[in-house]
Nanobody
């Protein structure tokens, strides 16, 4: 079955960095555009970044542009998100999903918690 498992979150101080990973299985990962999204409990989903299936085209939300980098390794069936210059408002659960389904939490992985302290 389709599985997406996020990892790499943790507690960091403002200004710090983390590298998140999303391990994919059960589908043709290399054929799908992928996205990262985040959510704070009780608040609306926030889209962060997209990457096309080959990894040569990316898009970012204004809130993270210049700080976050999305990438992928299709041979390893893995999606990445490099987080830099983290701010307390980046605190959230981070999820990966195929871009075309990113609005539907049924297609997300379980998520990884990022907590940024001031």
């Amino acid at each position: 079955q389709v599985q997406l498992v996020e990892s790499g979150g943790g507690l960091v101080q403002a200004g710090g960095s983390l590298r998140l990973a999303c391990a994919a299985s059960g589908f043709a990962f290399e054929a799908y555009a992928m996205s990262w999204v985040r959510q704070v409990p009780g608040k609306e989903l926030e889209w962060l970044a997209d990457i096309n299936h080959t990894g040569d085209t990316t898009y970012y939300a204004d809130s993270v542009k210049g700080r976050f980098t999305i990438s992928r390794d299709n041979a390893k069936y893995t999606l990445y998100l490099q987080l830099r210059s983290l701010k307390p408002e980046d605190t959230a659960v981070y999820h990966c999903a195929p871009t075309e389904f990113h609005h539907n939490s049924s297609f997300w992985g379980p998520g990884t918690q990022v907590t940024v302290s001031s």
